[in-house]
């Protein structure tokens, strides 16, 4: 019983739900538009399967190989270490724009982060992460 | 502030020693040092003597509750490198990272017990699960400790997304991220609180759930518990898990009664759920290992006493479970990282070749299981009392104290593998006097909390 | 005082003992138990104000290391504690698990346990000690039991402690009920007679008590635990720890539910004479002797529970002394049982015969204790069995004619015991065997003694429970 309660407070307790009613209606729509219309062509479209049709598409050439070839893992470790260091840059815009207001404070509070993410440049170095051959 | 501060640099200056220093033990000391220097700093902070101060903008507050835990995981991370230091060492190539993500875990830790909005509260877990993925699949020519850490990191990144989810609805019910916020709509001329920040918190609370791996959110722990080494097992079964729980009672302490009635029904249930799947698929494990992951989830059930009390024998008694809890398991896994065989037969006969291991890993099990006299029976006392103190229905104790009772079938069979069966418990290497002594001074250490638990609380209130 | 002496001789002599080697720590055991029985004497003649201890104990709880001998019933059970261990270690010394020093030690923390049931005045100590007695009596069972121990011993474990830890959600449930909240026995008591406590907190109380007894349908662990334990424990499990039930549920369970137990008195006293005629059939169909035995112990049990709960105040008399009489009785009883396997080699009654013309003075004492078993007037039995009786027949005539078939049975099953033992021809088995040595006729010689003079002279016991009687009556 409690749990129904817990229910109907949904729907009545908050009028945020009911604002919520419109957006609920037009997802309920919208999926069910696409749902029928990928169902019924799929019921009622004609169907004829060839080899031709099922292999995968590379702009007319005939498909060569396998997609998946390996890949050395440094390039993931290069490519991560990279966003790291992408990201870092991009807390400098905001901070180029705020940089008089934020003062000293905020002086030492990039130098703080900067000097972290030098120790971790340091270390990554000094563990070899970026040499490129063993 | 200082735990935070202090872990996270000893982080950075392990990392540092990681590529300065080659000798392999030099690390272990260093480890040592760092999580002494971080104990005593923590206390210093405790009785206000001396603390580095940041203006956190309130996303911070330290209250002796939350430091006193800090100084509970701290020293039992202490311990715990101590007594399995040189098991740590051993697990790979990168002897000196473990360290260096044990100590960002602490720092993850002293996030959680002293967080003051949501957001710190995610950073939080987020340090302290990112860690957790990597120690995870630390061990990586075993391919079972690569699968554990591909699955704990899935599933914890979904979970994430939930916390995240319900974050953000909490956020957009109360305007800002406060610990405190209530959100509440005007609805027929009375307050209501809103739907959004309900549902909110119901997903911050699955996902800490599925951190707690309280059923039914469990699914995840044998396979990760068993896959990862067992030295880490050891330290994610237990601090790390006992933290999550300090986050969330802080979190529903903050906004109680806020899921009304409802909470009356779904917490008893996860709590009958816990227990009874914990207990009853540890009952039929061969495996000690894999014994010690589902009995983790039945502590939890028991742990979850204390969200549900929500009063001050509640918090004392989590602090105790902590405790109690801690000691025995990482007392056992220690023991266990140096046997040949993880099946319960591995341990035929290991009272007559080590008597003093042996009788350490039965005050440990029996403090697992609450018997009278181990600190496993206060932990377990204080989470009932606490409960039929709040006003709990006596079925679910009733329910709760069968489950003990079943959870004393799986133990025992460890006491009975040690004693009363005929063997060779094989080991890798003869246990040191050291690791005996302070496998001897945990399992004093239960005793002691057994008989005078008082001992433990004098130091959160003065 | 003497409270706290009596469980910490044997806990500080147990410790010390799991350190010693060779032989001398036999002595060692031997001389705290008799210690102990001094203390325990002493209590008998000793001033109120040292019979009880109180404590500090978990203020933030609310519980007090409070112990104390509050009436007769206290000062007898210690009594018979103290006085049993004695007994058995002298007449076991023989036994093949009578040879190591953790033998001993985990025996002695065995007395302090019990000690610490009989004495606590606390419900949360009380608990504790419950569990304590226990772990120790695992150990002992499953390491020197029989074949089949781990699993037996494993069984009787699990049963106990459900038992127990219902009855800590029961005490649990009781404290927070009060006004002021508090384990102590006298609060506990006096919130009672308000009538506050619901009657399924009875029965949370009631399961660990009618386990510990055990009463019908709760005693299938026990006849295979005797069976399966090495006997000096055995000893202590039917002569002392059975006593432990039916202990608590005279100082807690009466006075904690007078509504309770008087409404569902009918239902435990209609268990109880099931389970006395089903225990005594049943053994009269047994061959193993320890098991004959076992199935006895229930009998006698259950007529005592049933009276617990039905009884006047003289039929708890009668209770209170049969708990101290069964005790050293069966205690006598198991002493020959464990000498005659000790000679033969064998349990089994079929393969026994004529011992009396190969052990004269075992088989002497073996009918002696065997009429004690029958309740023969003249033995100590008798006395208790007649108020018990008498006590149950003014609550229900047709259930005394019921109960009262068990003593026939009793009579049935102890006599052919003693005659396949002791009569008949004598076999291959039974050609080797001599008279026993010393130390267990000593033993039971003393239990011989004591159950002749108190069947003549019932008086100073009964003395000794008037007050616990008074007091449980004066409450309800």
Redesign the interface.
Known sequence: M??T??LM??S??????VDYFPIGIQLIFAVGFVATMIGVSALIGPKRQTSDKLQSFESGIESVGNARQPMAIKYFLVAILFVLFDVEVIFFYPYAINFRDLGWNGFFAVLMFVS?FL??F??II??GALKWED | MNAIIVSAVFGVLMMFASFLVNNKNVYRYLAIIGLSVLLLANILETYAIWSIKFDSFLQLSFERFGLFFNSIAIAATLFYVLLSGKDIVRVGNYSAEYFVLIFFILCGVSLITSYNSLLMLFLGIEIISIPLYILTGSDKKNLKSNEAALKYFLMGAFSTGLMLMGIALSYGAVGNFGLEGRGVVAFGGSMRVSFLEVAGLLLLFISMSFKASAAPFHFWTPDVYEGAPSVFTSFMATIVKATVFIGMIKLLEARTGIFGPTWQIILPLMIVLTLAIGNITAVFQQSVKRMLAYSSIAQAGFMLFALWSANDMGREGILLYSVAYTLATVGIFAVLVKMKDYTFDGFNGLAAKQPLVAASVAVFVLSLAGIPLTAGFFAKYFMLASAIKSGAGVWLLVVAVVFAAVSVYYYFRLIQAMYFKEGEAEMFEQPTNSFKGMLAIFAVLLIVLGIAPSLLFNYLYF | MIPVLLITLPIFSGLMAFFMKGQSVKSWALLSSFAVLGISIWSLFSDANLLSYSQAWLPSLGSRFDLTMQDGLSKLMCLLTALSFPLVLISTQQNSSNQSPHFFALMLLTQAGLMGVFLAADALLFYFFWELALIPVYFLCSIWGGEKRIAVTFKFFIYTFVGSILMLVGILSLYYMQDTPSFAWSSLTANASKGIYPNWAFWLFFLAFAIKMPIFPLHTWQPDAYEQSPTPVTMILSGVMVKMGLFAAIRWLLPLFPKATEQFAWVIVCCSVIGMIYASLLAIRQDDIKRLIAYSSIAHIGLMSAVIFSGNASGMGGVMIQMFHHGVNVIGLWIVANAIEQKLGTRSLSEMGGLAQKAPTLSILLVVMSLANVALPLTNAFVGEFLMFNSLFKYNVWLTAVAGISIILAAVYTLNMVQKVIYGEVNSLTEKATDTPFNVNFSLVLIAILIVVMGVYPQPLLDLTKDAVTQLFAQQ
């Open positions: 409690l749990w309660n817990f407070n949904v009545t307790a908050s009028n945020t739900a972290l120790a971790g340091i270390y000094k563990k």
